[in-house]
């Protein structure tokens, strides 16, 4: 009985030594490697909703699944392993015969600490330009202090130009000028800044002011607070950081469409998201 007891202890021991170890003899404990931080955007109008993974490796490659047209994928900036990643997308699907057609199949080089926007834009469909893909940028994300910063990215190929305008209300005169004129797809712009208030984004095809493409208004912050603070930002939070998205209309019969209720998609616009909230502030 003694030499049973002892038998099972020793295998416990070895057991217990076998499982702090992974296969490569290395410690499986929580240590984090150094990680970049990407957020993975569809801006693809005519196709399924997407599944973005990383097939190189489980650990800090969080997927994005069924990220709609004009979505983002759940949980905004995730950490991933730096280095050379392994990428595909997928159409979402319970269809094994459409999720097994990726359209992206890509290797990408995410550098430790870096934050970056990842968004997949073009056409899905065959003889549609520009073809969908992926684009890739690095964000640099300024502290605004009293003002909020705010760049565009037109990421919609079927809006053509725009001329944006930003005024504080709908109603108001449109200014002489753009504010940001002859935008064209594949624009990134450097962040500007503008003092923290409610304002609105009404675009025109370029060079005309007839009628509107779209007219959007910017979030504000919201009245939930953590600690007495609010770190979520709005228009009216000073220190928020935000990306304006230009999007261009769904295609009308495919599976991104949406043509009726709060979710209509079948014409241009922008949306606001949010890249860095302010530090803190009351209410």
């Not at 955007?41 to 800090?60: C, K, M, P, R, Y």
């Not at 870096?114 to 469909?125: C, E, K, P, Q």
């Not at 690095?138 to 919609?156: E, F, K, Y």
């Not at 953590?226 to 935000?242: E, K, M, P, Q």
């Amino acid at each position: 009985m003694r030499i049973q007891r002892l038998a099972v202890a020793t295998l416990a021991l070895i057991g217990v030594a076998a499982c702090s170890k992974d296969k490569g003899g290395h410690s499986t404990g929580a240590v984090t490697p150094p990680l970049a931080y990407i957020r993975y955007f569809n801006a693809v109008g005519d196709t399924l909703s997407l599944d973005f993974h990383a097939i190189d490796q489980i650990e800090f490659s969080q997927p994005f699944l069924a990220v709609p047209f004009r979505g983002i994928g759940l949980g905004s900036y995730q950490g991933y392993q730096a280095g050379s990643r392994k990428i595909r997308v997928f159409p979402n699907s319970t269809d094994i015969a459409t999720t097994s057609k990726f359209l992206v199949d890509t290797t990408l080089t995410l550098s430790a600490g870096t934050y970056y926007t990842i968004i997949h834009t073009g056409f899905a469909r065959s003889g549609q330009a520009p073809k969908q893909g992926l684009r890739v940028i690095a964000d640099a994300h300024p502290t605004p202090g009293a003002t909020i910063a705010l760049r565009v990215i037109h990421a919609g190929p079927a809006a053509g130009n725009v001329d944006l305008y930003i005024t504080s209300t709908a109603a108001d005169p449109l200014p002489a000028t753009p504010t940001f004129a002859n935008v064209s797809y594949g624009t990134v712009q450097t962040y500007s800044t503008r003092a923290a208030g409610a304002f609105v984004i009404r675009g025109y095809a370029a060079g005309t002011t007839t009628t509107a493409l779209f007219t959007n208004t910017a979030p504000l912050a919201p009245n939930t607070t953590i600690s007495g603070n609010t770190y979520v930002g709005g228009a009216d939070a000073a220190g928020t950081v935000f990306t304006v998205m230009v999007y261009g209309a769904a295609t009308v019969g495919s599976a991104a469409a949406v043509t009726a209720g709060a979710g209509v998609n079948t014409t241009p616009k922008v949306v606001y998201w949010i890249d860095k909230g302010p530090p803190g502030i009351a209410p």
